[in-house]
């Protein structure tokens, strides 16, 4: 198993931008099927980005066309852009990694320990 380690999480205003970053250990990282997901209080696990081994994109409706994913595969690292941020993208946010090379999210493949986004109104 892949062990995965975010980083950028933080407290931002609405509107604000950060960028999270996850980097993978093990030498097979470009196979994999890469995602982030969130957890507001109360709420289920969610894939918000995924990336596949191929490079090909998909996004939740609430995020597309303000969240980007990409990988550098040469850092073994997975990144998303977040702008125009907002109060109801407060969360816990988490690296996936999958090996089949397409996210599957839930009990499929890895998940990191996450890093918190608090977007204040």
């Known amino acids: 198993q892949v062990q995965l380690v975010e980083s950028g999480g933080g407290l931002v205003q609405a509107g604000g931008s950060l960028t999270l970053s996850c980097t993978a250990s093990g030498s097979r990282f470009s196979i994999y099927g890469m995602g982030w997901g969130r957890q507001a209080p109360g709420m289920r696990r969610e894939l918000v980005a995924t990336?596949?081994?191929?490079?090909?994109?998909n996004y939740a409706d609430s995020v597309k066309g303000r969240f980007t994913i990409s990988r550098d595969n040469a850092k073994n690292t997975v990144y998303l852009q977040m702008n125009s941020l907002k109060p109801e993208d407060t969360a816990v946010y988490y690296c996936?990694?999958?090996?089949?090379?397409?996210?599957?999210?839930?009990?499929?493949?890895?998940w990191g320990q996450g890093t918190q986004v608090t977007v204040s109104s």
């Open positions: 990336i596949t081994s191929g490079l090909s994109t």
């Open positions: 996936h990694a999958d090996p089949i090379g397409l996210p599957r999210g839930g009990d499929f493949g890895s």
